[in-house]
């Protein structure tokens, strides 16, 4: 699968993973108010609108990018109905060619952690059969546990050829709060990033591992460091425009061979209608506006990328 | 909630939370047998015999404890239906008077975290309307993203009156590899605590605080540490019996008025009946063996606690 990510990024040119983050408020007052008169301003109904909102912009930009990552939260607090909206999501997304990121930070111990690779990842075993419950190609993985919580994703990953994130800076004002405590004068994340690399080591592909880590564009320096601890970890980079990271930003998160990072934007692709620069799509064609301001995001990155080369 | 839960515990003299954390292999086959006469070996059949079975472990115990901790990545391993399943057992262990802990261990940033919250502990608006999604009673977290993602957690446990129990020390042998890295000479789990401790004060119910820490029965060193610097946080054990913590090991985890913790046991109860020591009740009578199990954990607990005094 980590093949398959960098291909897709090789081939449309756009190291960009669009943040499938619905809000209610994101969508626009057409789907809302369509499925709210089907199902009510129930649970159900608002799992529908995410689910049409969705589809509308996987239509719309299934063809610029490689990947999405749906933020399971978003679902979650709807309840089951959310969970099917988002397994509705990762199932359409892979049925258009998208590889699926599940933002899930799932991270627990031993046979628990192994339930969360199983349930996400892989496949559960029932009586004779198999199934597969959620079956996203990546998952984001929380290393506070250690090892213990993390061998049962790659197990997992090594059987399926799927793959992790693991969080090792993350985007927020406060995550310097307990990652960036110094141990022996270095930050914890670079403890976590190193071990990220030696899990890593283990599970390469052709040439990036399926073991890959979680560092924010917010800290562009850290991205450097990090860049140069995991030389073979793609790094997944969210907080890329609405939480302040520019193209520039980034460039330390690419090794030389442009490869190496893909970038994760939410709400600034998926709600663009919402911003003035993309007000003149209006919310009828909010799709229409998320596909211009994937075509913008491509543009910054690859122009960063251009004046390092 | 906090003073639910305490007096819960006064009420039954035991600081026992059951862990109801189902694998199919603990279900004796007359349940799982029916659950796939009706619904084929299938993930909602898988969903039905953990129902079933949850529901027998909940009758047989719920007059002798305070509280049932349903670890959620059990159910979600079996996707939507699994989650279903866990649903109904929230509901189900609530009506029944027992205080529910959902272990979830999610934590993520800002409005993320805030779904999280929302979809576990509050109420979500749909339209004009609010729901409920999945409505533990507490839940617990982890801190690793810092406060950004703690604090959404505890705003919503401000309005609903809830409570959330935040990952300090873990009871996995490599809980360390992060968790014990050494911060101007203090163990990270320290620092986390001396936050959790920070967090609590701000949330006090009359005698406890609904900010409480997960610190392992495996440590008992480390519990003696983190019941001083966090005097008035409710700490949920787990790792006693099946991960090796005996009753001796958890006084250090108690306050001097014998309240201040509360013990999880999930295989060591509810697959009680598949050890030597309750075989006697056979598969048939396993919630008799859960129930035995528990009041054996009760008499252990206390004697230690007794010969402490």
Chains 1, 2 share one sequence.
């Not at 007052?29 to 301003?41: P, V």
């Not at 209608?273 to 596909?291: C, H, I, L, T, V």
Request: overall charge neutral; hydrophobic content about 40%; aromatic content about 10%.
């Amino acid at each position: 699968m980590i093949q398959k990510l960098i291909s897709g990024i090789v081939r449309t040119g756009a190291p960009i993973v669009v943040g499938l983050d619905p809000m209610l408020s994101y969508i626009p007052e057409h789907i809302t108010k369509e499925a709210f008169a089907t199902y009510g301003e129930t649970l159900r109904g608002a799992g529908e609108a995410i689910w049409q909102f969705n589809k509308g912009i996987v239509d719309a930009v299934c063809d610029l990018v490689p990947a999405v990552k749906p933020q399971i939260a978003m679902y979650e607090q709807f309840g089951i109905e959310g969970l099917i909206a988002y397994e509705r999501t990762v199932r359409y997304c892979k049925e258009k060619g998208l590889v699926v990121i599940g933002d899930i930070k799932r991270g627990d111990i031993g046979s628990t952690s192994e339930a969360y690779a199983v349930g996400h990842l892989g496949k559960v075993k029932v009586g004779a059969k198999e199934y597969a419950g959620f079956d996203e190609d990546f998952a984001t993985v929380n290393p506070y546990l250690g090892s213990d919580g993390v061998m049962p994703f790659i197990r997992v990953c090594q059987e399926e050829h799927k793959g992790i994130f693991i969080l090792v800076k993350t985007s927020n004002p406060s995550s310097g709060e307990f990652q960036d405590r110094k141990v022996d004068g270095r930050p914890l994340y670079e403890l976590v990033g190193e071990q990220v690399a030696r899990w890593g080591c283990e599970c390469m592909g052709d040439t990036y591992s399926y073991v890959g880590a979680v560092v924010g564009a917010t800290y562009p320096e850290v991205g450097k460091t990090l860049r140069r601890i995991m030389p073979k970890s793609m790094i997944l980079v969210p907080g890329y425009g609405a939480q302040g990271g520019k193209g520039a930003d980034l460039v330390p998160f690419f090794n030389r061979d442009g490869l190496g990072a893909i970038v994760n934007s939410s709400r600034g692709i998926i709600a663009a209608y919402k911003q003035e620069k993309y007000a003149s799509f209006g919310s009828e064609n909010y799709a229409d506006a998320s596909r211009a301001a994937v075509l913008d995001m491509k543009e910054d990155i690859a122009s960063a990328l251009a004046m390092r080369m």
